[in-house]
């Protein structure tokens, strides 16, 4: 297992430096001043030219993509235009934001999908499986900045129930992670774009969770479990979600895909301050060692997100050998 | 008194084309420590009876009549917790699909020791011990306990499921074809296994397969159907040796076993099972029959008794000399072929 494990972190690494390096070129392909990628052009020329060299922006091509790769493997992503800091220091700075607002979307999700999925195929038949689709396909359907806005006027501006915008209220600050995480403001900032959030990641889970749980009840061990004398209970959760589930975590998995595209409107309506939003703010304002870098570390967290939902599986299916 | 009582029982399994009427008017019964074989082509409905006896029929599948008592009680009428109970515990089921019958997320070990503790208060320890119990006695070794299904062979499998189906000294065990995936070698031996086991525990059976040879060892009493209904039952000494049903003198000729002519050629029967949707009239067997007359078009014939223990239901029970005597001649069976050829061409 821990080789198996081993060998998949191996691989994403390469992943990474193979991603990173498409994007390199990509921004290199860009027409303009190729220096304009990497130094701030409103800056003075002497401090232009110490930089040009530090990049080796007077060589050739392959002279800066060493230069990047050496930089990436220290964790150097150059610094944003905008800020004049670090790219690395802005995104980590931005990710915990993001990664709080999409995995609560998520757990709602896959909370309510998964289990909703699996009453939905146990009760088959039943009005509520048809509602179920309904409700999920509408979301999934309709855009998402469009329910955001709604989801605004409706509870914040004519309900009054939570705050429209931001991560937290103006004026107050905070600096550690506990201060700016763990409380009562962020809680409430975070209720409405997350459920927005979870509402358009539910479709997944609950239709693939109701269609493999329809396949897993017509499987011989469901009636072998019967034909055991199981309780019904123990028959749902412990033989059918438990094996319906499997195809849940794969999709999840692909999905991670479009959630984070799908992180990025979310982001920008409800103004949270994480990687999407700063990602859509640095291309507007021509930030481009911010976009690169956070192009960068949003692949990387895609595929560590695979990884994850790659380990689980194998957790769950005995199956699935760790060669 | 009789371990189990059918009677009467109808089933039918409702479609969008409408009903099959899959069993009907079925009735025997079953003493404690008898096997009894049932045969019959594919589809007649052999599976669908077994998996009544435990209410383990799918959400179309209705018992539209009659009464099957376990034990004095009638099993149709129980609620779901008192079925509940007796799976396993009462009537286990060594099910046509073994194959795919363990879950493969669990280890074998784990769904054993499920069974049994949903039916006792055994501590976790006493249902492994129980389990490698029944391991032993089927022949596998207790390390298997630990196995997922899919690190097991057919044969593997298919004993831990016969084990399961032990591991509460059920008082009827139904088999439904449990050995149909394996090689004979592995067959012979699981089959013996399964038989002396039974007779050990003084357990009843009901024992499903295609090849009537295996009832001619196994079982005291042998049951053949057709189309959903019983069309002969008998000891099965009797019916080896002089089978009555035309259906049964069919079958008898397909299989070369336990033939005592060597003819060379089996001859099976031609034609196909009847179709059990619409309006049934007559008797079943009426298209496949060589010695159907008009009376068998209109009327059903009812099971009678025509010895000792021995029923079918056929009209002319006093014909069976010729009808042995005929049908072990090719040309008997020719002209069913022919006819049926002429009755399609006749509707078309
Ligand atoms: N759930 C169902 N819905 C509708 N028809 C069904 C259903 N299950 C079985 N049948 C039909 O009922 C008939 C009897 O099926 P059954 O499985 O009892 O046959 P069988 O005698 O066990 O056959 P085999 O020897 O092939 O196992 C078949 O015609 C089959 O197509
Ligand atoms: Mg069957």
Known sequence: ?323 | MNLLEVKNLDIDYVTKEGNLKVVRDVSFTLKQGESVGLVGESGCGKTTLAKTIMRLLPDNGVISGGEINYKGENIVTKNKEEIRKLRLNEIAMISQSAMNSLNPVYTVGEQIIEGIRSHTNMSKKEAIKRAEEVFAIIGLEKKRLKSYPHQMSGGMKQRAIIAMALSLNPSLIIADEPTTALDVVVQDKILSQITEIQKQTKSSMIFITHDISIISELCETIIVMYGGKIMEKSSSKVFFKAPYHPYSLGLQNAFPSILDIDKGDLISIPGAPPNLMGELKGCRFKERCPFRTDKCMEELPELKEIGEDHQIACHYPERVDEFREESKKKETWQMVSDRIINESKGDA
Do not use: C
């Open chain 1, 1 to 323: 297992m821990l080789n198996y494990i081993a060998r998949r972190v191996g691989i994403m690494l390469l992943m990474i430096i193979l991603v990173s390096t498409m994007i390199f070129f990509l921004f290199r392909a860009m027409p303009g001043d190729p220096t304009a990628f990497v130094v701030d052009p409103s800056m003075a020329p002497e401090a232009r030219q110490v930089l040009i060299e530090r990049y080796g922006l007077d060589g050739s091509l392959w002279d800066q993509y060493k230069v990047f790769i050496k930089d990436l493997v220290k964790f150097d992503l150059g610094n944003s235009f905008f800020y004049g800091r670090p790219v690395m220091k802005i995104i980590t700075d931005r990710i915990p934001a993001t990664l709080i607002l999409m995995l609560t979307g998520m757990i709602i999700a896959y909370g309510i999908g998964v289990f909703g999925g699996a009453l939905m195929a146990w009760k088959r038949g039943h009005k509520l499986e048809s509602a179920g689709i309904t409700i999920a396909l509408i979301f999934r359907s309709a855009p998402t900045f469009w329910v955001a806005l709604m989801s605004i006027i409706l509870f914040s501006v004519n309900l009054k129930w939570f705050p429209a915008q931001g991560m937290r209220t103006s004026g107050y600050t905070g600096e550690t992670f506990k201060e700016i995480f763990m409380n009562l403001d962020f809680l409430k900032h975070l209720i409405l774009p997350s459920v927005v959030a979870g509402l358009y990641f539910i479709a997944t889970p609950l239709l693939i969770m109701r269609n493999s749980m329809l396949e897993v009840l017509s499987e011989d061990y469901i009636e072998m479990a019967r034909a055991k004398g199981l309780r019904e209970n123990r028959i749902l959760y412990k033989h059918a979600a438990r094996n319906a589930l499997l195809p849940v975590v794969t999709a999840g998995a692909l999905f991670l895909g479009s959630a984070i595209g799908g992180m990025v409107l979310l982001e920008t309506v409800f103004s949270w301050p994480g990687l999407g939003r700063e990602i859509v703010q640095a291309v507007t304002r021509h930030d481009y060692p911010l976009a690169q870098g956070a192009f960068i570390i949003m692949s990387s967290l895609m595929m560590i997100m695979n990884l994850v939902a790659d380990i689980l599986y194998a957790v769950l299916d005995p199956r699935i050998s760790y060669r």
